[in-house]
């Protein structure tokens, strides 16, 4: 099983654009970001998001370009403060896509490789992809990759 996490792609401040809609740079890097990952055969049987407009819209672009087997859903818990341990229990034997936000999808990837959510295991860019497969013998997670837009356009 994989799990593929995704930081939203960048979007406007609240004070532009109150549902905080993805930038034409957020668009531009997450579908980048989303044909590299089609280049190396990344497969997804599902992607859930958080229900935020920029997230969704993140969401949408990898289902463009990348496909799932079974679309885009919004999945509860997956807010900027959820508690991720919680979260993780939702997760089948399938690859699944997650699209949300920080500082959840940076506790979640160290509470999946370490055991603890405070223990920082990576520093996640917007639109950014960061690739997890689950170690069969330990259950525990291993960082496997990760596809980052170019350095300096970390953000929101």
């Not at 532009?16 to 055969?41: F, H, K, M």
């Not at 087997?69 to 993780?88: C, S, Y």
């Not at 055991?115 to 291993?142: A, Q």
């Amino acid at each position: 099983m994989s799990l593929y996490l995704v930081q939203h792609g960048k979007c406007y401040a609240e004070d532009v654009d109150p549902d905080r809609s993805l930038t034409p740079d957020g668009i531009a890097e997450a579908t980048g970001i989303a044909n590299i990952a089609l280049g190396y055969g990344v497969h997804i049987s599902e992607i859930w998001h958080s229900g935020k407009k920029r997230a969704l819209q993140t969401a949408e672009i990898f289902q463009s370009v990348t496909g799932s087997d079974r679309g885009v859903k919004v999945h509860p818990g997956m807010g900027p403060n959820d508690d991720v341990a919680a979260f993780t229990r939702e997760f089948a034997g399938e690859d699944i896509m997650l699209v949300g936000h920080l500082p959840f999808m940076s506790r979640l990837a160290s509470y999946l490789v370490t055991g603890d959510s405070g223990i920082p295991v990576f520093r996640f860019r917007n639109g950014g992809l960061l690739c997890l497969d689950r170690n069969t013998d330990t259950g525990r997670w291993i960082i496997t990759c990760a596809l980052m837009p170019a350095a300096g356009s970390a953000g929101n």
